[in-house]
Nanobody, 122 residues
């Protein structure tokens, strides 16, 4: 029902910033919570952040709290992840995802983007 196209990854030095974007198509976008997950080399996929369908509620994993900001613009069918003060341990493939708010918090998503690579050098 919803197709997600995530982008904005790249190579950045430690302490730098990147802004990821996820463009969604589909009539149900505004009824879905949206989130970001990541998977580093040799690691399992982990939850990063989630935002409710109206943008009021957000949750972040502890390791990114205070550095990353998730936001959405329902008029543009787009969700963002602003990443500041990046660290080498943030290196991962980042995936945009959609579904219910509670399900995303549990790592269960109905829709996934293709992933965008973020590499942070020291």
């Amino acid at each position: 029902q919803v197709q997600l196209a995530d982008s904005g990854g790249g190579l950045v030095q430690a302490g730098g910033s990147l802004r990821l974007s996820c463009a969604a198509s589909g009539r149900t976008f505004t009824t879905n919570a949206m989130g970001w997950f990541r998977q580093g080399p040799g690691k399992e996929r982990e939850f990063v952040a989630v935002i409710s369908r109206n943008g009021v509620s957000t949750v972040y994993t502890g390791s990114v709290k205070g550095r990353f900001t998730i936001s959405r613009d329902n008029a543009k069918n787009t969700v963002y992840l602003q990443m500041n003060s990046l660290k080498p341990e943030d290196t991962a493939v980042y995936y945009c995802a959609g579904g219910s708010y509670g399900a995303l918090l549990r790592g269960q998503c109905d829709y996934w983007g293709q992933g965008t690579q973020v590499t942070v050098s020291s």
